[in-house]
């Protein structure tokens, strides 16, 4: 299973981005797909999830700017972002808890990263 990320990018205050996830590979099922980030200097923080069921969750920085969403036929995660700020500067991880083809049990996988950077 392999996730890429598109979308990131240079942005000033108050813009807005939008992020896309799309798993590939030899996948049976994927339940939860969300979004985590990592600033420089500081520890990878979750974002936002979304679960098989469409439960969402996200972390209190971002509730009411973010919104996660996703295609199920294109196992593709979506983050819109909006009202973004200098703190939202981040690489941003795509992930997925997902089940391969041939396997047994649930795992989670991770994409390379994309870059976010808000100027003030």
């Known amino acids: 299973v392999q996730l890429v990320e598109f979308g990131g990018g240079l942005v000033q205050a108050g813009g807005s981005l939008r992020l896309s996830c799309v798993a590939s590979?030899?996948?049976?099922?994927?339940?939860?797909m969300g979004w985590y980030r990592q600033a420089p200097g500081k520890r990878r923080e979750q974002v936002a999830t979304?679960?098989?069921?469409?439960?969402?969750n996200y972390a209190d920085s971002v509730k009411g700017r973010f919104t996660i969403s996703r295609d199920n036929a294109k196992n593709t995660v979506y983050l819109q972002m909006t009202g973004l700020n200098f703190e939202d500067t981040a690489v941003y991880y795509c992930y997925a808890t997902a089940l391969a083809s041939g396997e047994s049990f649930y795992r989670n996988y991770w994409g390379q990263g994309t870059q976010v950077t808000v100027s003030s």
């Open positions: 979304i679960n098989s069921g469409g439960t969402l």
């Open positions: 590979g030899s996948i049976f099922s994927i339940d939860v």
